[in-house]
């Protein structure tokens, strides 16, 4: 009987080939498959960062994103409104996904003429616009409609608009080009505090007397994200933070609606038959879509439970329908359109293409941050839109001109203009050359 030693190294058998194989041979195949695995994720992220570098890459990012937000979004308010379309207009369950696409077909051939204009065009624009904000938001605040409690709409003959929407590209606009102007003086506190400060919580006053928090909330942020821009010092962001604090918190006491949402937002069931019903049945639209969803057209809380389904809440009937994993994909689309549009802010060297970029990145993200966390329940309700996704013209249609703005940025990069032009030079050399052979032949 053969006795084998313990300092001997045991035999293998591969199963391919059936001949022995020493353990000093196994390591060296799986150190191998180590370093095969380790070049392929070197060779994957080679690629992307390839990818990342051309000079289109921007332009491409933002019309991609933003033309799938945009389908997304008009296919979710179909689905969402279908109910409250039959409900409310006589039995036409298309009735508001309609009024959507209007909006589109109008806002679309705006955004490409936002992107197509010559920028000293756009920049003529800030100060009218600046002014006919402040007009349209102190009619509001006179002679303004109320929904919801908040005096944010105004009637204009037969249809009714929100001033305060339009009024976050125009002051986005104003501030990028007055800071644009002083942009080697900045160094100087007096300068960077006006007149843009003033004329921004000029604009905020109006809309807080509205009672229209979310959009107030918004404006606040586009302040806070200018000052961060042009290198404001650290305590008049700490200031800041102390007025946001002290005016959110008098805003929610004068209102008992709006109080009783404060203090039960973070448990909705404590309140469920009043103040806890709207983000209690949102957060039921999101246990119930699990990982893949229910499916478009799937929705239970869009059946009258879930109020606003269609504009501040569609985030619950996307997450119900469509999962999480549709949620994440709307929440990806954002996030490439502020990390494409930052690229672009931090290779130009126009202050205001820098800065309009900069203050567009702060309103469309930060509005999203509020919705999506108001869905959550991890901010109150606060009633506003998701850009793009909800319904809402008055929403809608500068958002897509903000959009515009930052393609035709793209667009005007150095590299991604050269590789335009490039592109265009031989399509048309091309079209030339079978121009000439048809002739021929």
Not at 101 to 119: D, S
Request: hydrophobic content about 50%; aromatic content about 10%.
């Amino acid at each position: 009987m053969a006795i084998a030693s313990p300092l001997r190294r045991p035999w293998r058998r591969t199963p391919d080939d059936g001949s022995p194989r020493s353990g000093r041979s196994v390591v060296g195949d799986v150190s191998a498959r180590a370093r095969r695995g380790q070049a392929g994720v070197t060779s994957w992220y080679a690629a992307l960062r390839h990818a990342l570098e051309r000079p289109l890459t921007s332009y491409y990012l933002l019309l991609g994103a933003s033309a799938l937000l945009l389908t997304i979004g008009l296919i979710m308010v179909f689905s969402a409104s279908s109910v409250y379309s039959f409900e409310h207009y006589g039995g036409n369950s298309y009735a508001v996904v309609i009024k959507q696409l209007t909006w589109v077909v109008i806002g679309l051939p705006c955004a490409w003429i936002a992107g197509r204009l010559p920028q000293r065009w756009v920049r003529r624009l800030a100060w009218p616009g600046y002014f006919a904000s402040l007009a349209l938001l102190l009619l509001t605040s006179l002679f303004g409609v109320t929904r919801n409690g908040n005096t944010n709409w105004l009637a204009l003959g037969p249809i009714q608009i929100q001033p305060s929407e339009i009024a976050k590209l125009a002051l986005v606009l104003w501030a990028a080009h007055v800071y644009a102007n002083k942009d080697r003086r900045l160094g100087n506190l007096h300068q960077v505090m006006m007149p843009v400060v003033p004329g921004l919580l000029v604009a905020t006053t109006l809309v807080i007397v509205g009672h229209d928090l979310g959009t107030a909330l918004v404006l606040f942020a586009i302040l806070l994200g200018m000052l961060w821009v042009v290198g404001a010092p650290a305590r008049m962001f700490v200031m800041s933070f102390l007025v946001i604090g002290v005016t959110t918190g008098a805003l929610a006491a004068s209102d008992p609606e709006r109080m009783a949402r404060l203090a039960n937002f973070t448990n909705p069931m404590r309140d469920y038959e009043s103040a806890g019903w709207q983000p209690a049945h949102g957060l039921f639209a999101l246990s119930q879509g699990g990982v893949f969803g229910q499916g478009i057209g799937a929705s239970q809380q869009k059946w009258g439970n879930l109020p606003e389904a269609h504009t501040d809440y569609i985030f619950a009937v996307l997450g119900e329908e469509l999962g999480l994993v549709g949620t994440l994909l709307v929440i990806g689309l954002f996030l490439t359109i502020s990390y494409a549009a930052l690229r672009v802010a931090r290779r130009t060297r126009d202050p205001f293409v820098r800065y309009m970029t900069f203050g567009i990145v702060v309103w469309i993200l930060g509005q999203t941050m509020i919705n999506i966390g108001m869905v959550l329940a991890l901010l109150p309700v606060i009633g506003i839109p998701l850009p793009l996704v909800s319904y809402g013209g008055s929403a809608l249609v500068p958002s897509l001109v903000a959009l515009g703005m930052l393609v035709g940025f793209a667009r005007r990069e150095p590299e991604a203009a050269r590789a335009l032009a490039q592109r265009r030079k031989a399509r048309n050399s091309g079209v030339t050359a079978g121009r000439v052979d048809g002739r021929g032949l």
